[in-house]
């Protein structure tokens, strides 16, 4: 029994727990290969036109493992801290998948609620009996990958380089390299230092939502702007990149909350959809270094006087 794992949307984030659980099933588990011009065609291809680019990258995911596998999973994230939800897009996406892509396998959709331990051991009940009728068998499972998930740390914290942003987004902007065009690898080049959400402390991050009037609905909103709020107050950056989805809803809000608290500190916000020319995303890039690095010496130069 094969079961097809995409490589889409929040796999960068959970996929230890994803492929933990089903190899210790016993389930021979197939991923698609990492984002590529052909996959983002496909997902082209299937998505409707209105859905944002890591939507249709999934799609393209998806497709991409027809004829591969007896199952194919699609992780269906509705929350993963107590009031709050994930994404619009989550609740839908299997709907979407299994009406846009034809001659499908069979697919396992059923909704994570992972906000408690309780309710994500019901899901893993629920899937893991698909597989075997060896409750412990689905125990071990459960077990061997909460404790693989727990111990995974994605992020970065880039210290030897003089200058540093903190990069916001969705996790699957921020880390498909082929949707972002290398953004990492090509700040790098540039002398740019990089620290993520990931690893910022999560206390302080969400100490910073008491300046709110009320507590985000959306866990990606909440995280995004804590993180920024808590980088420009530190002083631990020289300016923010936010790489961030065309026509996405929840960027659209959280992008003018960072900017109404941080005022004319150095902001970048890169679009990209399908149609995003990389000549033109690397001369805003460009532009923007040359900026932080003008400002860095005036800095210096005042502090120097």
């Not at 082209?44 to 027809?66: N, T």
């Not at 077990?143 to 200058?163: D, P, R, S, V």
């Amino acid at each position: 029994m094969k079961v097809g794992v995409p490589r889409g949307l929040l796999f960068c984030q959970y996929s230890s727990f994803y492929l933990n659980f089903f190899i210790n099933l016993g389930v021979d588990v197939v991923t698609s290969e990492e984002t590529n011009k052909e996959i983002l065609n496909d997902g082209i291809k299937y998505c409707v036109d209105e859905a944002c680019l890591p939507v249709k990258i999934f799609h393209g995911h998806c497709a991409s493992l027809i004829g591969k596998c007896d199952y194919l999973f699609i992780p269906r994230i509705m929350k993963v801290y107590k009031d709050e939800y994930i994404c619009p897009k989550f609740c839908g996406i299997g709907e979407m998948i299994t009406n846009d892509i034809p001659d499908l396998p069979q697919v396992i959709q059923d909704p994570i609620y992972a906000d408690t331990k309780k309710h994500l051991k019901v899901w893993c009940y629920r899937v893991g009996k698909k597989f075997t009728k060896n409750l412990s068998t689905i125990e071990n499972a459960y077990k061997t990958a909460l404790y693989k998930q727990q111990n995974f740390q994605l992020g970065m914290n880039q210290e030897n380089f003089n200058i540093k942003i903190a990069l916001l987004g969705h996790p699957y902007n921020v880390y498909d390299n082929y949707a972002n065009m290398n953004l990492m690898k090509k700040l790098n080049k540039l002398g740019i230092g990089i620290i993520t959400e990931e690893s910022a402390d999560i206390k302080e991050i969400n100490d910073e939502m008491s300046s709110l009037y009320k507590k985000p609905f959306w866990t990606f909103e909440r995280k995004m702007y804590g993180f920024a709020l808590n980088m420009y107050k530190d002083s631990s950056v020289d300016g923010f990149i936010y790489i961030s989805s065309f026509a996405c809803g929840i960027d659209s809000i959280v992008i003018e909350l960072i900017k109404n608290q941080v005022k004319d500190f150095p902001f970048l916000e890169l679009k990209i959809d399908e149609q995003t020319g990389e000549v033109g995303f690397d001369t805003r890039l460009e532009a923007f270094t040359d900026m932080l690095y003008r400002k860095k010496n005036i800095v210096e130069k005042v502090n120097a006087i």
